[in-house]
């Protein structure tokens, strides 16, 4: 916990850095009033007169990148982390990582996962032992732009297969659930390059039309948080019996 004694300023500039700092303080209060419990907290001490220190939550840049991603914790797992993610927030589904590399591991060969990663094979038979249906398709980019559900798409990106999950298109720009790197955005011309033309999409009973993945959260930064907007920079990958007519 950091704490920041605003107390006892000097002067008139003094007075407004007060002022400036306890809007701030006052809105980071209210704002955290919806965050969970647990989290780090700034203490704010003598910021308004009689309101006593106030503690107000906050998040990690890294964390906010990943509010609605399920991130991977295995070199070879983004593709069960992929459709944790799809499960979790398009179908309301109790599942993690975990419980979705547990169930792909009944349905593939352990040895091969570790050497070379989970297969779209292991997520549709998966998919299909737990109830729903899972498809696979083969568009291009101007089909893809008129999907309106989260799909899971194969990127190669310098040598490294990597699966994420595409949340919406537009003519110009990707949004992508990345397992590894959280919500960001890919220029158009290099998904393009990177996809292997190839979607897989999952249906069935409990999807949410209206799920937050179809609204992606858009990239946080410091200058976000100052003034409310966000230039869409894309992070490099250095870090590393249903009718689907009617979706696509």
């Given amino acids: ?28 209060a209210l704002h955290g009033l919806c965050a969970e419990a647990g989290r780090p907290s ?3 001490g003598g910021v308004i007169p009689g309101a006593g220190v106030i503690h107000v939550p906050v998040r990690s840049m890294q964390s906010m990148h990943f509010i609605h991603v399920v991130h991977q914790q ?9 459709l944790a ?7 309301k589904l109790p599942v993690t990582e975990k419980s979705v590399m547990a169930g792909l591991f009944t349905v ?13 094979l292991d997520l549709k038979n998966y998919v299909d032992k737990i109830g729903l ?4 398709y083969i568009v291009n980019y101007k089909q893809l732009e008129n999907v309106r559900i989260p799909v899971i798409v194969l990127l ?6 990597h699966f994420v999950v595409v949340e919406r298109t537009t003519p110009s720009r990707v949004y992508i659930a990345d397992p590894m790197l959280g919500d960001r955005v890919m220029p158009s011309t290099v998904f393009a390059k990177d996809w292997d033309k190839i979607v897989f999409a999952v249906f069935g009973k409990g999807y949410h039309k209206n799920n937050v993945l179809l609204t992606p959260v858009k990239q946080p930064s410091a200058k976000r948080l100052l003034f409310g907007r966000l230039p869409q920079v894309p992070l490099q990958p250095a870090h590393f019996g249903y009718n689907a007519a009617k979706y696509f």
């Fill in 133 to 136: 249906h899972g498809e696979g």
């Fill in 1 to 28: 916990m950091v704490s920041l004694n605003l107390a006892n300023p000097k002067g008139t500039e003094g007075m407004l850095r007060t002022i400036a700092c306890a809007a701030f303080a006052v809105g980071l």
């Fill in 108 to 120: 593939s060969n352990p040895a091969v996962v570790r050497k070379v990663g989970f297969s779209l």
């Fill in 74 to 82: 295995n070199d070879f797992s983004c593709g069960a982390a992929s």
């Fill in 42 to 44: 700034i203490a704010f």
């Fill in 85 to 91: 993610t799809i499960l979790k927030y398009a179908f």
């Fill in 156 to 161: 190669n990106l310098k040598g490294y297969k």
